[in-house]
């Protein structure tokens, strides 16, 4: 079922979801979290439609606030979606106008879950310092996507040295297989000190520079970083080891494939899939703490701030 609100206001949003409650029996209780999406007017839909999958997991109420600043007159219109037409959720979709985009977090404070925590999410371009936003300042996780902006490593830059517990960025969730599996490779005998570290990716790739300073930060070597272009796929290309028996490389050889090569031992094939939307939101929504080992990357490969 979807409601349209045309010229409305957020109290009578929050009173529409009243009687949706009451009349249709769409009920809130078994909601475990409040997430409110930040984007702009027209590109809702790719996110709503992973949050939804990601609803199956997390059951939640999702508002989007959608804003377009330079409107000349001041509106909201708002959009709600609940039963089939909302996967496991509650879907609010708020598309502020002029002055009103202004307001963003009278906006949606009335509409949040009571006692529930809160998870703010900018699918595009994100702004400085997303704590101290007036998204951001409701939330105890604050979700990131430097890989979307028009520049990821100015925005990853930028990340760094807003931080603060409780942010997370999916140019680090997109590393969560590749971890894995250097880490599982690494836990087999013979159990020698690595000497140094190749990571070989694409120059847009975020996530390239926070696998290299994560290994730099846990084997506590040197780590070269690769970024010449000459493979054209985007993302991580490389992982290359090296000990004084030879090198374990990781290399992702086909999209969800890679291949790995250890010192007197057969190939090895593994998946390793590329991580869409769904996959990582799923995955920060496991966990509401914060993750420190992020901070701890970004402190120690960007200079990040080491606020507690």
């Not at 979290?33 to 999702?62: K, W, Y």
């Not at 690769?226 to 000990?243: C, F, Q, Y």
């Amino acid at each position: 079922m979807i409601i349209d609100l045309p010229d409305t206001t957020a109290s009578k949003v929050s009173k529409t979801l009243v009687r949706i409650r009451d009349e249709a029996g769409a009920v809130a209780l078994g909601r475990v979290l409040t997430l409110i999406i930040s984007s702009e007017i027209g590109d809702e839909e790719d996110v709503i439609a992973a949050a939804n999958e990601a609803s199956r997991e997390h059951p939640m109420r999702i508002i989007v606030v959608s804003t377009d600043t330079a409107a000349p007159a001041a509106r909201l219109d708002a959009e709600i979606r609940v039963g089939g037409d909302a996967g496991a959720s509650e879907v609010i979709v708020l598309r502020a106008h002029g002055e009103t985009a202004t307001d963003l977090r009278g906006l949606v404070t009335g509409l949040l879950l009571p006692d529930a925590p809160v998870v703010s999410w900018w699918p595009g371009e994100c702004p400085d310092a997303v704590c101290d936003t007036p998204l951001g300042a409701l939330a105890q996780r604050r979700i990131t996507d430097s890989a979307a902006s028009a520049d990821p490593q100015a925005a990853l830059a930028r990340i760094a040295a807003g931080y603060q517990p409780g942010d997370t960025d999916f140019a680090w969730t997109r590393l969560t297989l590749w971890r894995a599996q250097l880490a599982a490779a690494l836990d087999q005998p013979p159990y020698e000190a690595i000497t140094s570290v190749r990571v070989s990716g694409a120059p847009d790739s975020p996530s390239t520079a926070l696998l290299a300073a994560w290994l730099g930060l846990r084997l506590q070597v040197d780590v070269e970083v690769d970024v010449a272009g000459e493979n054209p796929s985007t993302g991580i290309h490389r992982v290359v080891l090296n000990r004084a028996s030879g090198e374990i490389s990781l290399e992702r050889t086909q999209p969800a494939v890679a291949t790995l090569h250890q010192p007197g031992q057969p190939t090895h094939e593994l998946s390793l899939p590329r991580r869409g939307l769904r996959e990582c939101l799923a995955e920060e929504l496991r966990r509401l703490d914060p993750d420190d080992e992020f901070g701890a990357v970004l402190e120690s490969g960007f200079g990040g701030s080491t606020a507690a």
